[in-house]
């Protein structure tokens, strides 16, 4: 049976989001225009060249006893999540996806395994995007507030 189109893009956004260089959460980003073409993709992650915060090491400790170990994880990787936003190094999968997006003017719908944070969603308000679609909530209740003060749909999908 076809998937409808919501089902379909966020399993897009589940697979982007497989690409997260992010110890701390998985997140991914699909931009969708009204005809339902894609017009982007983004994951969370570091900055292009840095070391990736969930590249593993193993430490033996003694011989046939090991311990994976992150030495590039950020400051913000054991944080709880919507906290310490400033000591995580990851760039959001919504501003990835911005970044990557030819035409922002074409932007009907972004998909996202998680609700946009409130910085992403100012982005997202500078765009021609009238609807966000996610799977999970974000502990940022405020992002919300702001995307319908704007009139827009703000849907989390089952």
């Not at 993709?41 to 170990?69: D, Q």
């Not at 035409?103 to 009238?130: E, G």
Request: charged share 15%; aromatic share 6%; hydrophobic share 40%.
């Amino acid at each position: 049976m076809r998937p409808d189109r919501d089902t379909w893009a966020l399993g897009l956004a589940n697979l982007t989001a497989e690409r997260s260089t992010c110890l701390r959460r998985s997140v991914g980003c699909v931009l969708l225009n009204a005809r339902g073409h894609v017009l982007a993709t983004g994951y969370n992650g570091v900055a292009a060249g840095l070391p990736h915060c969930n590249e593993a090491s193993f430490v033996n400790l003694r011989p046939a006893i090991s311990r994976v170990v992150y030495p590039h994880a950020c400051a913000g990787a054991d944080l709880p999540s919507g906290q310490g936003l400033d000591a995580c190094q990851a760039i959001h999968a919504e501003q990835n996806a911005l970044l990557q997006c030819r035409d922002v003017y074409a932007i009907d719908t972004c998909y996202c395994t998680t609700s946009p944070c409130v910085t992403c969603i100012k982005l997202l308000l500078n765009t021609s995007c009238q609807r966000i679609v996610f799977k999970h909530p974000y502990p940022h209740g405020d992002a919300r507030i702001w995307w319908e003060r704007a009139g827009r749909i703000w849907s989390q999908h089952a």
